[in-house]
């Protein structure tokens, strides 16, 4: 499985964007990138994925290199809500497990 | 809105006692997994279930540790005797294989074994 690295911790100014970095250098080419956060006692919560194009949504957007060799989640406006450790995980889109790293621990402050 | 259920939310047990830990995964979802949660270990993946067949449960320890699905509705994990180190908080999520693979993950059980 390719492996991830992210920082340990960020912080961001509540109103700014934060932007998560994640480095996947032994990405294969059938392999997603997928983020995931989890708000302290819950479950982990699904934010995005994608395979080489940027993807946004309601929540955030995905800037994936054109190597694909990183990625970075752009929440455009943070809030203290979205204080939360964060995931980056590859895998393959069908099968394979997710393996959850130790992640990045976004403070949010006001 | 649809989620995945998790059953108890909260159990204190003394080692030696068995414990059973039940999830109610999201009606038509085909994949379930178990996951442990520890400050130290982080997010660990326990077993992996594909319409309710055991894929991967490398990661569970095996004299102690059982998963099953006895049905599409109920996947249970169960650990016999329990020990102090199993203390943990414990996820269930469940996802749709053939979709984009994205996981609902249920609140957990918090384990703590005295």
């Given at each position: ?57 309601e ?14 989640l ?6 203290l ?21 130790p ?8 | ?13 003394e ?57 599409a ?7 016999q ?5 199993d ?8 996802g ?19």
């Amino acid at each position: 499985d390719a492996k991830t690295t992210q920082p340990p911790s960020m912080d961001c100014a509540e109103g700014r964007a934060a932007n998560l970095p994640c480095n996947h250098s032994t990405i294969s080419g059938n392999e997603y990138v997928y983020w995931y956060r989890q708000i302290h006692s819950q479950g982990p919560q699904y934010i995005i994925h994608g395979l080489k194009n940027n993807e946004t949504n309601e929540m955030a957007s995905l800037i994936i290199t054109e190597d694909r060799k990183s990625s970075t989640l752009i929440l455009p406006h943070a809030t203290l809500r979205d204080t939360a450790v964060y995931y980056c995980i590859v895998k393959r889109n069908y099968g394979q497990n997710f393996v959850f790293g130790p992640g990045t621990r976004l403070s949010v402050l006001p | 809105d649809a989620r995945v259920t998790q059953t108890p939310r909260h159990k204190v047990t003394e080692m030696g006692q068995e414990v059973t830990m039940r999830c109610q995964p999201i009606l038509g979802h085909n994949t379930v997994f178990w996951y442990r949660q520890t400050m130290m270990q982080g997010l660990e993946l326990l077993a992996y279930f594909r319409n309710r067949a055991p894929l991967d449960d490398s990661g569970m320890p095996k004299d102690r540790f059982s998963a099953e699905m006895p049905d599409a509705t109920l996947a249970t994990l169960k650990i016999q005797p329990s020990e102090p180190r199993d203390s943990a908080v414990y996820f269930c999520a469940s996802g749709l294989v053939q979709t984009n693979g994205e996981l609902f993950f249920g609140e957990g059980s918090r384990l703590t074994v005295l």
